[in-house]
């Protein structure tokens, strides 16, 4: 009885989760009323809060990913709002606290669940991420392919552990915060016809960040892990 109830619990959260994300997606997408805040929009309303604001800037930053709503605004918001220094170290706080909420959700409410119903190579798969969990978190962080939202929950369900995924996600997705940072801090002078140092190193930050996948693809970790693919298949 209490396997059914929690199974029932778990699925409950999960559906009322997702369907929160879907409709918060739907609502701003194609609604008049309702749309993805620019980073202009998000600056002018956290100023609003006056000396709260960047309490107010790290608690939407928290718990925003949550409704799979895009987070990239609320970190080109952090170079409006504080510039590009300090709007680095709010962002880079905001989005781990964004990525540790969704993953706390996951771990306790379907963990559970998905264990008990792993098999064959998921299992396997699971066994791995457990051992070399900061490899797969550190290749979905840093490259940008990967939706930061999914990947908040994904991981929670696996066997991951806590700190490594903490640890790495911040050092994993701190290139694309600076990135977005220096972009929003450079959006005033862009709008003025001029070029800054911001927005140059925020060009150059997308641009190795752009040719992360084919570098991992070439290297010497991807190929190794495609071997024993191969062999198993054509076993």
């Given at each position: 009885?209490l396997?059914?109830t ?7 959260v ?5 369907g929160?994300g879907?409709i918060a997606f739907?609502i ?6 309702f749309?993805?805040p ?9 100023e609003?809060?006056g ?13 925003v ?5 895009p987070s ?7 170079g409006?709002?504080?510039g590009?220094l300090?709007g680095t170290v709010?962002?880079?706080m905001?989005s781990?606290?964004g990525?540790i909420i ?7 409410f ?7 119903h ?11 991420i457990?051992?070399?969990g900061w490899i797969?978190v ?7 392919l990967?939706p930061?939202?999914l990947?908040n929950?994904g991981?929670?369900?696996?066997k991951?552990r ?14 694309a915060t600076?990135?977005y940072v220096?972009?929003?801090?450079s959006?005033?002078?862009?709008l ?10 925020g ?7 752009a040719?992360?996948?084919?570098v991992y693809?070439?290297?010497?970790y991807?190929k190794?892990?495609q071997?024993p693919d ?6």
């Amino acid at each position: 009885m209490l396997t059914v109830t929690r199974q029932k619990i778990t699925i409950g959260v999960a559906v009322l989760v997702f369907g929160l994300g879907v409709i918060a997606f739907l609502i701003m997408e194609f609604s008049d009323a309702f749309h993805i805040p620019t980073p202009d929009e998000i600056s002018a309303w956290v100023e609003g809060y006056g000396a709260a604001g960047p309490v107010v800037y790290l608690l939407l930053y928290a718990f925003v990913p949550m409704l799979f709503v895009p987070s990239f605004p609320i970190s080109m918001a952090a170079g409006l709002l504080f510039g590009p220094l300090w709007g680095t170290v709010f962002a880079s706080m905001g989005s781990t606290l964004g990525a540790i909420i969704p993953f706390i959700v996951a771990r306790h409410f379907a963990r559970p669940y998905v264990e008990r119903h792993l098999r064959g190579r998921m299992k396997d798969l699971d066994q791995k991420i457990e051992v070399h969990g900061w490899i797969y978190v550190a290749i979905t962080r840093l490259i940008p392919l990967f939706p930061f939202e999914l990947l908040n929950y994904g991981f929670g369900l696996t066997k991951v552990r806590f700190v490594t995924y903490i640890v790495v996600s911040w050092l994993g997705m701190l290139p694309a915060t600076i990135a977005y940072v220096f972009f929003g801090s450079s959006i005033l002078t862009v709008l003025d016809g001029t070029l800054s140092i911001e927005l140059v190193v925020g060009v150059i930050l997308f641009g190795v960040l752009a040719l992360l996948p084919l570098v991992y693809r070439r290297s010497r970790y991807f190929k190794s892990k495609q071997e024993p693919d191969r062999t198993a298949s054509e076993a």
